[in-house]
């Protein structure tokens, strides 16, 4: 006997919720299994030890003190750079620009910014900043290179949470006599303060995993010491792991998945942090 | 008068950082010329697009870049034959049929997909995956062009999932209702109205997802093999337009033919990922009219 046409149909119906439920979990299964494995593996590894003693016998044993170090100086660097530039390109977008040609060109330069491979922003750090500025294999160059890397993801941030500010807060400041400056400053900034702090760690854990911009502009291969100055090369966390996993042969597999638990507990903590942030500023917020 | 200067101060300050990204598209886009286009002082442009060997540092050096974009052209596509299916239904899934609790965790498990580095993914790409390859295909090595693909997919497929959410979320609530009225199944709506309305945002979630996955440099290089030859099959060692440049740069003569062909690799390169942000562009924008 055949079925009814409506039968027939919940039963394809079934068999594609079925079938969109297992592609999901393909996508999340993955995830789980890499941070699982990583973390296993890795965590056994990470001892005090290894995390503030100098790499030794050619990074085969020791630690990657220099390698953590250099990474976070890398980032506060960057942050430094990138943060005033972009919370000024956020607020003239939102605040005094019209919609003319120029400010249509800014939105295009932004969008063409975050779809740059991280690779030619190496080449163009290694152009600009190493050789034609001259300032060598070093913390700033790669800082200054990252700084533009993450340039787009502070600003559509910052766009968005002054965006999310009630037109009234405006309104009402100016009708107090309030400049338009001193409205944007009083009035507007510090409700957006979370929104921009979100954007602002998102764009750091991008900085502190990324390896491609910082292989010719401060990557040091091995360098058991801290770096002196901004002027100096440094060693980091994420191009530690690219060379003892590809250019040092018969090294323990521990020291490989140790330091690659510790990018990533670092890398995650600070997508974590921006993720509990902006979802209490939301519960938070009240209007 | 004071505060009126200082306002002023203030105000060009602020519109000149807003400049600031421009400059750096104009920036990037003139050292790469000045720094690329250098190569054809000596190597004709025929020889390097037409190419079909990368022999830099042999005697004398053969610039072809054909192996290497062939090389970037297979490992992408794999990736996106893999990533897109699978990414469409996962966004239906999590934007349709998933709810409370579920829908929460099946998110957070895409995002923490994203954040992971790539030199991780690359790492765990060499430590696991190319093992099980090698073992499966019976090959001499597991570092090949699938292996590539794979690891590429899983970084293509958080970009995917989230932009065909956004363009699901945006259909009218009045379409499903519509459809649901006239009887249809909750899969007839999805798969004959829904999808079929999203497609301008669909498309573009698809466009970033190559464009993130051909600009992808340090898992690609760690688990493609690098073998710079036209790949005949995706299960032989490849190298990608981006490994070329990561790998070869820290060995290239600064002012050499070498250094300067590979500014002419990153001038390709750009152009690519321009070409399909604009597309991508192009279709979000077609979605909003």
Same mark, same amino acid.
Not at chain 1, 35 to 47: K, L, P
Not at chain 2, 87 to 94: G, N, T, V, Y
């Given at each position: 006997m055949a079925r009814p046409a409506w039968q027939r149909a919940l039963g394809v119906q079934r068999v594609a919720f079925v079938l969109l439920f297992l592609s999901t979990l393909l996508i999340v299964i993955?995830?789980?299994?890499?941070?699982?494995?990583?973390?296993?593996?890795?965590?056994?590894?990470?001892?005090?030890?290894?995390?503030?003693?100098m790499p030794t016998k050619g990074m085969r044993a020791g630690g990657i003190f220099p390698a953590i170090v250099g990474t976070l100086e890398l980032v506060s660097l960057t942050v430094v750079f990138a943060l005033p530039i972009g919370i000024a390109t956020a607020i003239y977008l939102t605040e005094y620009a019209t919609d003319n040609w120029l400010t249509r060109l800014v939105r295009l330069a932004i969008v063409n910014l975050s779809g740059v491979p991280s690779v030619v922003y190496?080449?163009?750090?290694?152009?600009?900043?190493?050789?034609?500025?001259?300032?060598?294999?070093?913390?700033?160059?790669?800082?200054?290179?990252?700084?533009?890397?993450?340039?787009?993801?502070?600003?559509?941030?910052?766009?968005?949470?002054?965006?999310?500010?009630?037109?009234?807060?405006?309104?009402?400041?100016?009708?107090?006599?309030?400049?338009?400056w001193q409205t944007v400053r009083h009035a507007v900034l510090p409700f957006a303060i979370p929104g921009i702090m979100t954007g602002t760690i998102l764009g750091i854990g991008r900085a502190a995993g990324e390896t491609a911009p910082i292989l010719f502009t401060v990557a040091a291969f091995y360098l058991p010491r801290l770096?002196?100055?901004?002027?100096? $090369?440094?060693?980091?966390?994420?191009?530690h792991l690219y060379v003892i996993s590809t250019q040092i042969p018969n090294i323990p597999a521990s020291q490989r998945y140790g330091t690659a638990f510790v990018l990533l507990v670092l890398v995650l903590s600070?997508?974590?942090?921006?993720?509990?942030?902006?979802?209490?500023?939301?519960?938070?917020? $009240?209007? | 008068m004071w505060q009126r200067w200082r306002e002023r101060f203030i105000e060009k300050t602020i519109a000149a950082s807003g400049m600031f990204s421009i400059i750096v598209v104009i920036l990037i886009f003139l050292f790469l010329l000045k720094e690329g286009l250098a190569l054809f002082r000596t190597v004709p442009m025929t020889d390097f697009l037409g190419g079909d060997r990368w022999y830099p540092i042999s005697e004398p050096p053969r610039f072809g870049v054909l192996p290497l974009i062939? +090389?970037?052209?297979?490992?992408t596509l794999g990736a996106i034959v893999l990533a897109v299916p699978v990414?469409?239904?996962?966004?239906?899934?999590?934007s349709e049929i998933a709810a409370g609790w579920a829908k929460d965790a099946l998110k957070t498990g895409i995002e923490l997909l994203a954040a992971i580095p790539s030199v991780v993914l690359g790492f765990l790409g060499m430590a696991v995956l190319a093992p099980w390859i090698k073992y499966l295909f019976q090959l001499p090595t597991g570092l090949t062009a699938l292996t590539g693909s794979?690891?590429?997919?899983?970084?293509?497929?958080?970009?995917?999932?989230?932009?065909?959410?956004?363009?699901?979320?945006?259909?009218?609530?009045?379409?499903?209702? =519509?459809?649901?009225?006239?009887?249809?199944?909750?899969?007839?709506?999805?798969?004959?109205?829904?999808?079929? =309305?999203?497609?301008? +945002?669909?498309?573009?979630?698809?466009?970033?997802?190559? +464009?993130r996955v051909i600009g992808e440099t340090m898992a690609v290089m760690m688990v493609t093999g690098n073998a710079a030859v036209i790949p005949r099959s995706v299960l032989q060692p490849v190298r990608t337009m981006t490994a070329t440049i990561a790998a070869e740069m820290g060995e290239a003569v600064r002012g050499s033919d070498h250094y300067f062909a590979l500014f002419a690799i990153g001038i390709v390169l750009f152009a690519i990922s321009f070409l399909l942000n604009a597309a991508a562009d192009l279709f979000l924008h077609q979605e909003r009219h």
């Open positions: 993955p995830a789980v299994a890499i941070i699982g494995t990583i973390t296993v593996r890795g965590m056994g590894a990470v001892s005090w030890e290894f995390l503030t003693t190496g080449l163009f750090g290694l152009g600009l900043f190493v050789m034609f500025l001259g300032f060598g294999t070093s913390l700033l160059a790669g800082a200054l290179t990252l700084a533009i890397m993450i340039l787009p993801v502070i600003i559509t941030a910052s766009e968005e949470a002054l965006r999310s500010v009630p037109k009234s807060f405006r309104e009402i400041s100016l009708s107090l006599g309030a400049s338009h770096p002196d100055s901004i002027f100096d $090369q440094a060693m980091a966390l994420p191009y600070l997508n974590l942090a921006a993720v509990i942030l902006r979802a209490r500023f939301r519960r938070r917020r $009240q209007w | 062939l +090389g970037s052209c297979v490992v990414s469409i239904a996962s966004a239906l899934f999590i794979i690891i590429l997919a899983l970084m293509a497929m958080p970009t995917i999932v989230s932009i065909t959410e956004d363009a699901l979320a945006a259909v009218p609530r009045g379409y499903r209702e =519509a459809a649901l009225a006239l009887g249809a199944t909750r899969w007839q709506m999805m798969s004959r109205v829904l999808l079929p =309305a999203a497609r301008p +945002g669909i498309l573009a979630a698809v466009m970033l997802g190559i +464009g």
